[in-house]
């Protein structure tokens, strides 16, 4: 039971375009949403978060968005660059948790 | 200063042996974490150690893995009579309190262990 869904293995874009990347989750007591970063060899690294009272949050290029009546999160990156390139995770936890529920990723693939 | 890490980098074991991973958290970060990688999926929540509190050991999947942590700082997760599917790369996190809201947790590079 997938309860956060990122539907695409996998994304390639052009240096310079927008990068979008989407999650799905099904369990409705989630509300705080983060997505993390991975490079080969490493452990993920942590990008960016929003709490279920917001609907948008943004970081220099980085902007995540979430639509509550939808389970859906999304992750833009704009401008891309191929420094980029790596593994997205999005993850969720609920109020009272701590532990984070996460998808199986998307590899991003920025193109110089 | 160092971030967390974790050893061996890499494990090759035959089934049926017990393991040890280790983990160094982060200096005075309370809130330590497990999780596993298996092959195509994301990662997946073992157990959570909180300073003294009982740890939350709501995802190890079998009694044939525990996990233990030492003062409050090092953690070592033990897997006994390894089975062909613990092969996965097992992440530490830590974090300066527990719970998830503005609490980022920090990864180490993790362990990938297979089993033969």
Redesign the interface.
Known sequence: DQQ?K?NSPSLSVQEGRISILNCDYTNSMFD?F?W?KKYP??????LI?I?SIKDKNEDGRFTVFLNKSAKHLSLHIVPSQPGDSAVY?C?A?A?D?????????TILRVKS | GAG?SQSPSNKVTEKGKDVELRCDPISGHT?L?W?RQSL??????LI?F?GNSAP?K??LPSDRFSAERTGGSVSTLTIQRTQQEDSAVY?C?SSSS?????N???????TRLTVL
């Not at chain 1, 060899?41 to 942590?46: L, N, Q, R, S, Y």
């Not at chain 1, 948790?97 to 990723?105: W, Y």
């Open positions: 956060v990122q705080y983060l993390y060899a490493e452990g993920p690294t942590f978060s709490s995770f993850a936890s109020y948790g701590n532990k984070l529920v996460f998808g199986a990723g | 967390v809130a974490y999780y195509g999926q994301g990662l997946e929540f959570y909180q939350d709501s995802g992440l996190a527990g719970g998830a809201f503005g980022e947790q920090f990864f180490g590079p993790g």
